[in-house]
């Protein structure tokens, strides 16, 4: 079995995908930008996370499908983006891009004390951060996967 295929059903039998649509973009992510020379755990938690809803998905592939057409060899400048939409969002937003920044520079994310989010936003990151345990745990993806 693939690692994609290894990816996916480990995040469905851990009940991590809140929808079909959740895990049909996740899974169109994964296939279309597993192969590329830029492709990490880290990206896949990002891919995740983003394939939550249709906006934050169509802005990830967005941006993956640029890095593809321009042979980006990692996720660097993707983080230095992520970074610039984070400052811009005076939200709870924000702290949904300080969460995929930390995963693409493989940091530790961190709360300020005192952070009220919102229930959603904490749902989200919680459900986030299982899915990025159970990444971290799967055998590092070759690039035939």
């Not at 994310?109 to 990025?132: D, H, M, N, P, W």
């Amino acid at each position: 079995m693939s690692w994609n295929a290894n990816c996916l059903k480990a995040l469905s039998k851990a009940g991590l995908f809140q929808s079909p649509g959740h895990e049909s973009r996740f899974n169109e992510l994964i296939y279309c930008f597993s192969d590329k020379p830029f492709f990490t755990k880290g990206l896949c938690k990002c891919m995740y996370l983003s394939a939550w809803d249709e906006e934050h998905f169509a802005i990830l592939l967005e941006m993956l499908s640029f890095m593809s057409l321009g042979k980006e060899k990692n996720t660097k400048e993707m983080s230095a983006v992520g970074d610039s939409l984070a400052q811009e969002q005076e939200n709870d937003e924000s702290y949904i891009y300080r969460l995929s920044i930390s995963y693409l520079e493989n940091t530790n994310f961190f709360l300020e004390k005192g952070v009220k989010l919102s229930e959603r936003t904490a749902y989200v990151i919680s459900c986030a951060q299982q899915a990025a345990a159970i990444i971290d745990q799967l055998p590092v993806p070759s690039k035939d996967t």
